[in-house]
């Protein structure tokens, strides 16, 4: 199983599991939930972009119905991320999963746009509860120990989740019977639920995971974490601009362009794959001399925009793919820095997760809404990815205009601190 598998020091060790008192049925009840969501969410979202292609929709109307559903997710997301906090998460769980499962089940029944728009609310309102809480109940769950490790582990599970599930409703897709992976979904969804519940009858030993973190770890200033956190939300809507595209439009474009539904699957198969790659790599302890730095995020993001330039030059499999690649392992570098920023030592965990929620949930609006209007313009059906490398430059500038301001005020900061002496100049 690839998700028991941890990155220590260069070398891939099961044993480490063991050691960090992460045992199977903690995997399994804990984290493989976000997988099993994350596929049921990405089955129904590529499964309706090939459906809207087949009912004659535009793609106009797909980003529009994506923005939708983003919309309530973005509005939704903070106040559901203060309502767990408030209540048991698992209440707030349980509700997401409820009305994931409403959609799933109504989804197979839909002929027409209209009925597409009455649907897909619903499913931001989903992802909106179910997020956030998930975050900040994962870590209550598992402590408040090696936080590196647990962010590593979630990303791990719904990287793949999210990777699996465009490939398999690439594959299931058929105009003949367009609904199978609406079905799969709804399937995943209980699951979900039954491993959620299951956790219930697992007791962790929470004393034994909240670990003291090593005497020799120095943490940034206040100034220095808030301005770092700000830029990597910044780079992370930027990623999630880009990925609304690729999850959401590019479905419905490729297939306009003549590739085959399961060329999509296997382009998204190696985005998955390296994100998933990338993440396993930022949970090692090695990954940590990265932390609060501007340098990483700024090299990945320019090489996404170079990867983009060629997406959009020309129509190579191959070279796709190697850009894809490139694309899943910017967004890696960029989600885990925004989850870790905002989660290490905060105790406002769902406040800080539905923030976090909430921004990448803005780039997922705006990308498919903007692309689609983009695909249907004289522009071409390839210019999309074209607007994916504007929008990450754009996020650059305004990421360094961000470094700059929180460098005066750290400065600040630090002047008011010591204040001159007497003499002093």
């Given at each position: 199983m ?10 891939f060790?099961?044993d480490a599991l063991?050691?960090?008192n992460?045992k199977?049925p ?9 997988l099993?969501i ?5 089955s129904?979202?590529?499964n ?5 292609s087949?009912l004659?929709?535009s793609s106009?109307f ?6 939708i559903m983003t919309?309530?997710?973005?509005m939704l997301?903070?106040p559901f991320?203060?309502?767990s906090?408030r209540?048991?998460?698992r209440?707030v769980l349980?509700a ?7 959609a799933?089940?109504?989804l197979?029944y839909?002929r027409n746009?209209t ?7 619903g499913i931001?309102?989903?992802m909106a ?10 870590a209550?769950?598992e402590?408040?120990?090696?936080l590196?490790h647990r962010?590593?582990?979630f990303n ?6 999210i990777t ?8 299931l897709?058929?105009?003949?019977n367009?609904f199978?992976?609406?079905y799969l979904?709804g399937?995943s969804?209980l699951?979900t639920?039954v491993?959620i ?5 697992l ?7 909240e670990?003291s ?12 974490r808030?301005?770092?956190l700000?830029l990597a ?6 990623s ?6 690729l999850?959401r ?5 490729t297939?306009e362009?003549?590739?085959?539904p399961?060329t999509f699957g296997n382009?998204?198969?190696t985005l ?14 090695y990954?940590?001399r990265?932390?609060y730095r501007f340098?990483p995020i700024?090299v990945?993001?320019?090489?996404a925009?170079?990867?983009?330039l060629?997406i959009w030059?020309t129509q ?5 793919a190697?850009a894809f690649g490139i694309i ?7 989600y ?7 989660l290490?030592?905060?105790v406002d965990?769902g406040?800080k997760?539905g923030w976090h929620?909430a921004?990448l949930?803005?780039g997922?609006l705006?990308?498919?809404?903007l ?5 249907d313009?004289q522009l071409g059906?390839?210019s999309?990815?074209l607007l994916?490398g ?7 500038l ?6 700059i301001?929180g460098?005066?005020?750290s ?7 010591f ?7």
């Amino acid at each position: 199983m690839p998700s028991v598998i941890i990155f220590v020091g260069g070398v891939f060790n099961p044993d480490a599991l063991m050691r960090r008192n992460l045992k199977l049925p903690q995997l399994l009840t804990v984290y493989f939930p976000v997988l099993l969501i994350d596929f049921a969410y990405s089955s129904v979202l590529t499964n309706t972009s090939f459906y809207t292609s087949y009912l004659g929709l535009s793609s106009t109307f797909l980003g529009i119905l994506n923005a939708i559903m983003t919309g309530f997710f973005v509005m939704l997301a903070i106040p559901f991320g203060r309502l767990s906090d408030r209540i048991d998460r698992r209440y707030v769980l349980y509700a997401a999963f409820l009305v994931l499962g409403a959609a799933c089940l109504g989804l197979p029944y839909c002929r027409n746009g209209t009925h597409l728009l009455l649907i897909f609310p619903g499913i931001g309102v989903s992802m909106a509860l179910f997020w956030p809480a998930y975050e900040a109940w994962l870590a209550e769950r598992e402590g408040e120990g090696e936080l590196v490790h647990r962010v590593m582990l979630f990303n791990l599970f719904w990287s793949m989740g999210i990777t699996l599930g465009p490939v398999f409703s690439s594959y299931l897709y058929g105009d003949a019977n367009p609904f199978i992976p609406f079905y799969l979904a709804g399937i995943s969804t209980l699951f979900t639920v039954v491993t959620i519940f299951g956790s219930n009858f697992l007791k962790l030993d929470v004393a034994r995971t909240e670990q003291s973190e090593p005497p020799e770890v120095l943490y940034p200033s206040l100034p220095v974490r808030t301005t770092h956190l700000n830029l990597a939300r910044c780079a992370n809507l930027a990623s999630w601009f880009v990925l609304g595209v690729l999850r959401r439009l590019a479905p419905k474009l490729t297939k306009e362009m003549g590739m085959l539904p399961t060329t999509f699957g296997n382009l998204m198969l190696t985005l998955g794959s390296l994100q998933t790659l990338a993440f396993v790599i930022l949970g090692t302890g090695y990954s940590t001399r990265w932390h609060y730095r501007f340098a990483p995020i700024l090299v990945v993001q320019l090489l996404a925009i170079l990867s983009f330039l060629g997406i959009w030059g020309t129509q190579h499999t191959l070279l796709w793919a190697f850009a894809f690649g490139i694309i899943g392992v910017s967004a890696a570098f960029t989600y885990f820095s925004s989850l870790y920023y905002g989660l290490d030592r905060h105790v406002d965990k769902g406040n800080k997760s539905g923030w976090h929620e909430a921004i990448l949930g803005v780039g997922i609006l705006l990308g498919p809404l903007l692309g689609g209007i983009s695909a249907d313009s004289q522009l071409g059906v390839r210019s999309p990815y074209l607007l994916c490398g504007v929008a990450i430059a754009v996020a650059i500038l305004i990421e360094v205009f961000i470094l700059i301001k929180g460098s005066r005020s750290s400065e600040g900061s630090r002047e008011s601190e010591f204040p001159p002496t007497e003499g002093s100049l």
